[in-house]
């Protein structure tokens, strides 16, 4: 596994420390209106929601925010309704880009997205296009400063997880989507911190890209993160962390 859980890291950090809370919380906002209108407002009975929360108690989120968020899902106050949309493309290199998109105007956002990625040396494509290089599945990123390897490996495997990872300065834990919970409460009950604890696209085969492209790509990157319709995007870069930590 390779540029994957870097990537994960570096948006962690930036997020911690950077004006783009206000957009993350606005995500997240997203994210929960869309899981409680689709799976009801019980985070105890709905998956999809109970993750939103927990992403946006782990960001600091107001209890109040996550309530109202949650209510205007359920009906019980008004708000916008979002359309869950999968989009796929490419990237400069021909690496493949999946994009979940929830949109309350889907001409609008397919319009924006075909530009930015026309622009930054990408296409927009059909759907089905890239969508079979990835495998969806529970993701956790953990800085090997965090946490010992062996102690970090018996955690996750006992609580489920399929495979822990060596990628550059972090471990990546891959779990099934439905041990993704019992893994995830297995961290934080460790007091394990996690740069990255989402259900994921994981590529199943990486592009190299140097120089130029590479940079390209990162750009790429960032303008799709800031789109305010994109709740996640995903690709199968493989850039060195150098060049990573030089955007960054």
């Known amino acids: 596994m ?11 950090k930036k997020a911690a420390t950077d004006s783009k809370r206000g957009r993350i919380f606005t995500r997240l906002i997203k994210e929960m209106t869309a899981a409680a209108r689709n799976g009801g407002g019980d ?17 600091n989120m107001p209890a109040e925010n996550i309530k109202r968020a949650i209510m205007r899902g359920t009906g019980e106050l ?8 999968n989009y796929e493309g490419y990237g400069p290199g021909g690496v493949a880009i999946f994009m979940h998109v929830l949109t309350d105007n889907r001409n609008r956002t397919v319009a924006e997205l075909r530009h930015l990625l ?6 927009l494509g059909e759907n089905g296009c890239v969508g079979w290089m990835f495998d969806r599945k529970g993701y956790f990123v953990v800085e090997k400063s965090a946490a010992d390897e062996e102690k970090l490996l018996d955690l996750a495997l006992g609580a489920g997880a399929d495979d ?10 891959l779990t099934s989507p439905e041990n993704f919970d019992a893994v995830r409460t297995a961290l934080e009950s460790s007091k394990v ?23 390209t790509m990162l750009k790429l ?14 690709s199968n870069f493989d850039i060195d962390e150098s060049e990573l930590q030089e955007a960054s």
């Open 221 to 234: 990157m960032e303008s799709l993160e800031d789109h305010e319709d994109i709740q996640n995007v995903w």
């Open 164 to 173: 822990m990872r060596e990628d550059g300065g972090n471990f990546e834990i």
């Open 78 to 85: 008004p708000g916008v309704s979002y359309e869950d949309v």
């Open 43 to 59: 985070s105890d009975a709905n998956p999809r929601l109970r993750l939103a929360v927990a992403t946006a108690k782990a960001s």
């Open 118 to 123: 026309s622009k930054n040396g990408g296409n």
């Open 2 to 12: 390779s540029g994957h859980s870097k990537w994960h890291s570096i948006k962690h």
């Open 193 to 215: 911190p996690t740069a990255a604890a989402e259900i994921s696209m994981v590529p199943q085969n990486y592009v190299k890209l140097e120089g130029k492209s590479a940079q």
